[in-house]
């Protein structure tokens, strides 16, 4: 069964639309993380919440935001998606500190902005 | 210095050659490290954990020299299968830090 789960998997939006990602883990981990990844890169970490404590990266455009309403949910809202938001966003979870704990992706959702 | 830096590669081998990638990282205070594999437009997965004495995983050996500050990951008797980009990723595991990813090397394993 899957354990992070990304909805929807494929998402086509108008350029300037609104657009909310979602994902929900059932590993009651305490670290979730949004990574945005385009062709032929690396995942690129947009931010993470630890608990209910966000941490945004620095390089973050504003135009990305996130939610954690609780322990299983967290949501990626793209506020005025462009041409360039058009990647693969992965969600990712982790439990706090744990030693040789890796993350448990979600299979991600593909934005297309048209 | 990037945090966590990896030869991008492609790495093109024949099936059944030995190949070997190294990640280097910045950050001495780093605690785990993990190799994923990635395949075209899927999500990273998990491919083995590295550990201080290195660990092996049948074909997949993976070794960490935490003096320099690198891990490696050694294939053996490649398969077509094996085809796809590896992630070095390094986890400083202390309170709020995330995981830091490579760029990821691409490897071709061609018949």
């Known amino acids: 069964d899957a354990m992070v789960i990304q909805n929807p998997r494929y998402q086509v939006t108008q350029f300037g639309k609104p657009v909310t990602l979602s994902c929900s883990q059932t590993?009651?981990?305490?670290?979730m993380y949004w990574y945005q990844q385009k062709s032929s890169q690396a995942p690129k970490l947009l931010f993470h919440?630890?608990?209910?404590?966000?941490?945004n990266e620095a390089d973050t455009p504003d135009n990305f935001q996130s939610r954690r309403p609780n322990t299983s949910f967290c949501f990626l809202d793209i506020r005025s998606p462009g041409l360039g938001d058009a990647a693969m966003y992965l969600c990712?979870?982790?439990?706090?500190?744990?030693?040789?704990?890796?993350?448990?992706f979600g299979q991600g959702t593909r934005l297309t902005v048209v | 210095r990037k945090e966590v830096e990896q030869d991008p590669g492609p790495f093109n081998v024949p099936e059944g050659a030995t190949v070997a990638f190294n990640c280097t990282y910045s950050?001495?205070?780093?605690?785990?490290f993990f190799w994923y594999r990635q395949d075209c437009r899927k999500e990273p997965k998990l491919l083995m954990s590295?550990?201080?004495s290195g660990n092996e995983d049948g074909r997949f050996t993976a070794q960490l020299n935490r003096a320099s500050q690198y891990i490696s990951l050694l294939i053996r008797d490649s398969k077509l299968s094996d085809s796809a980009t590896y992630l070095c990723?390094?986890?400083?595991?202390?309170?709020?830090?995330?995981?830091?990813f490579g760029k990821g090397t691409r490897l071709s394993v061609i018949a």
């Open positions: 990712a979870t982790s439990p706090r500190g744990a030693m040789n704990t890796e993350a448990f």
């Open positions: 590993l009651n981990h305490n670290v």
């Open positions: 919440y630890y608990d209910k404590d966000f941490n």
């Open positions: 950050n001495s205070a780093s605690q785990s």
């Open positions: 590295v550990y201080s």
């Open positions: 990723v390094v986890n400083l595991n202390s309170g709020n830090t995330p995981l830091v």
